[in-house]
């Protein structure tokens, strides 16, 4: 005689068990540290991370305002291949996972278009300088 199938012990729940005594999306929330509670999200849609780093905001720039490569680079005029943290940015962040010690910034908007030798020049690549600055970023 089969065993009964067993089912999430969280309340609320009557998914079909999957490890430790819950079903598959609660024990997947545990797992990444997300609150337990809250709707199931949808077929297909991700739950949100509580933070942003470094590659997460160049995509969200990517994603709002289209490939660097439709622009011309804010220096030289070429075609632009990358988006790079404009000087002038207000809220600077400091990136500790994606790339440690890059600056980042959650305003789509402090992003220019610029071709690489521009971008690594304004970054101060080429004279082995980093931009960081003592005081302007906020990790």
Do not use: T
């Amino acid at each position: 005689m089969p065993r009964p199938a067993k089912e999430c012990e969280i309340d609320g729940c009557s998914r079909k068990h999957y490890g430790h005594g819950m079903c598959a999306m609660h024990y997947m929330r545990k797992r990444r540290g997300v609150p337990l509670d809250g709707p199931a999200p949808r077929v297909g849609q991700r739950e949100k991370k509580s933070f942003v780093e470094y590659r997460a905001a160049h995509l969200r720039v990517e994603k709002s305002r289209g490939k660097a490569r439709i622009y011309n680079c804010v220096d030289c005029g070429d075609v632009a291949q990358e988006w790079s943290l404009s000087p002038d940015a207000d809220e600077v962040h400091m990136s500790v996972r994606d790339k440690p010690g890059a600056l980042y910034s959650l305003n789509e908007l402090d992003y220019d278009p610029r071709c690489m030798s521009c971008h690594r020049k304004a970054d101060g690549i080429e004279l082995g300088e980093h931009r960081y600055v003592p005081g302007r970023a906020s990790a």
